[in-house]
């Protein structure tokens, strides 16, 4: 699973101090603002969840086997 949420332009050196000043709330809220950076979380959760949801199945399955079997 892969996700990246950078944007292509390269890092200023005042980014660093932006970060530090600027909430989380408003960070966050920046980061909705960008279709980009939503299209690729959407896309990293579905693959998340398809992930687990094959896991949730086979580990199913084997509890089932070794219910027969014992």
């Given at each position: 699973m892969h996700a990246r949420f950078a944007d292509p332009e390269p890092a200023s050196p005042d980014s660093v101090d932006k970060i530090e000043t600027e909430t989380l709330e408003s960070r966050i809220e920046?980061?909705?603002?960008?279709?980009?950076?939503?299209?690729?979380?959407h896309e990293f959760i579905d693959e998340v969840v398809q992930h687990a949801e094959t896991e949730a199945n086979k580990r199913a399955l084997e509890a089932q086997k070794s219910q027969q079997v014992g």
């Open positions: 920046h980061f909705k603002q960008n279709p980009n950076n939503m299209t690729v979380l």
